[in-house]
DNA sequence: CGACAGCTTGATATCACTCAAGTTCCGTGG
DNA sequence: CCACGGAACTTGAGTGATATCAAGCTGTCG
């Protein structure tokens, strides 16, 4: 897993990256550059934009495994076979490792969150449609990135393409499209601008979702919540 | 789908067990048996049989999450919100955790090989087809569970029904059906029963199996032995 | 204003699901 | 030992959801 030592360079290969100073290491990443797992060795959060940890097939095709918005912690775990990639210009914080047990822990309960909210993801991708996916989505990214509004609504900037969302979700492109479409021409998420979407009441999509992913899918952001029914 | 109760002696409820007094608890559990969050309180590996940690929607849909052969321990985290059952007639024994730092690290490297494992899955049902699929199951199956046999080949005893498969890989029972046949008319694989499986050449398999995925899914095997590769 | 990237929409193809028989396997009882 | 019955498995036909291919549209930025 992480190894400690940073070197003067990082965050230089990738193309439009401004190199950071001193103290709070920071690498820029414009959309969609990549950090490969050899151009790492430390933890990195997320200070401002969208990261994706994905995996990409030899042919081509894409799997996001997970998205870290501002604030989050990207798994040094979940990300060790794969690609870290902005899916919006972005900007990471290095994180130093101190050796001693603290970390140990904190590591876990990267590791711990990760795993909760893969298996959600395992439950979406495997047996729910497309029509729930999205809606799993969007419900998801609202109470992640959204601000209210109103009674129980959201608004949320979108920061990724709908090829990313097809790519975290299994589906395609247009797949996305056409599936965003049937809920604006319902009026349950307006889009005043392609990647700008109003969802003016949350409990209407919510009630899309089956529900043990409605729970299960907030894993990594509060504790553990009810248990096995 | 009896659902197991435990209250204080543990293991006994469910069908055909017994009831050890002491020192190694054991847990029995018979096919298509469950355990649910509230009726365990420990770490439990599988001595003998199939678990397999799964989730199951308000309308039925089931995923399973992850496979746990002989010798692996279940992930507790990954099971939180989810059941264990038995796919075949099992055998637990019940791992007495002692709160000292050295089990935090136990805990952590199975939450590690388990997030390592739902990464290489994510990426099967997210980007696999079913053949894709079907293909990689059987790799895998064959490096935990089976014997050698020839110059690179495998045999198999799949201690599971097509149905289990199905909602292991995302699929449908007879589209698994449907798979196996095709691999059996191109005698890839071998069916003397429907529950073995000899594979003359496992690298045929492998062949169609998308290279990031075929080191990916050995994440979690660390220490067992299988087949060569 | 023009060009490009991203988005939407339509037509068609394909893969996997559903429904419906059959068939095989296996345990049980005559 | 064979007949029976249920569960699991296989196979086929038809359907539906999603992918693919192909335009066209929109919005952004020089």
Redesign the pocket.
């Given at each position: 897993m992480a190894t400690a030592t940073l070197d003067q360079n990082e965050g230089q290969s990738p193309g439009t990256s401004a190199s950071p100073r001193q103290a709070p290491r920071e690498i820029m990443l414009g959309r969609s550059e990549r950090l490969g797992y050899a151009e790492r060795h430390s933890l990195l959060s997320v200070v401002e934009g969208l990261i994706a940890v994905s995996t990409v097939l030899p042919d081509g095709r894409r799997q996001i495994l997970c998205l870290n918005a501002p604030g989050e912690t990207i798994c040094p775990i979940c990300s060790a076979d794969c690609w870290i990639e902005a899916l919006t210009p972005s900007r990471l914080r290095v994180i130093q490792l101190d050796h001693d047990g603290g970390s140990n822990e904190a590591m876990f309960h990267l590791t711990h969150d990760r795993l909760i909210a893969a298996n959600a993801h395992l439950l979406t991708l495997g047996r729910l449609?497309?029509?729930e996916r999205i809606a799993a989505f969007i419900v998801d990214m609202c109470r992640r990135l959204g601000q209210p509004f109103g009674q129980g609504g959201s608004v949320l900037h979108l920061p990724m393409?709908?090829?990313d969302v097809a790519d975290y979700l299994?589906?395609?492109?247009?797949?996305v499209?056409?599936l965003?479409?049937k809920l604006k021409k319902r009026k349950i998420v307006l889009?005043p601008?392609?990647?700008e979407l109003i969802v003016p009441d949350l409990s209407v999509l919510e009630a899309r979702v089956p529900s043990t992913l409605a729970n299960g899918a907030r894993g990594h952001l509060n504790g553990r919540n009810g248990g096995g029914s």
């Open positions: 449609d497309g029509a393409a709908r090829d299994g589906l395609n492109a247009e797949t499209s056409r965003f479409s889009f601008t392609p990647t």
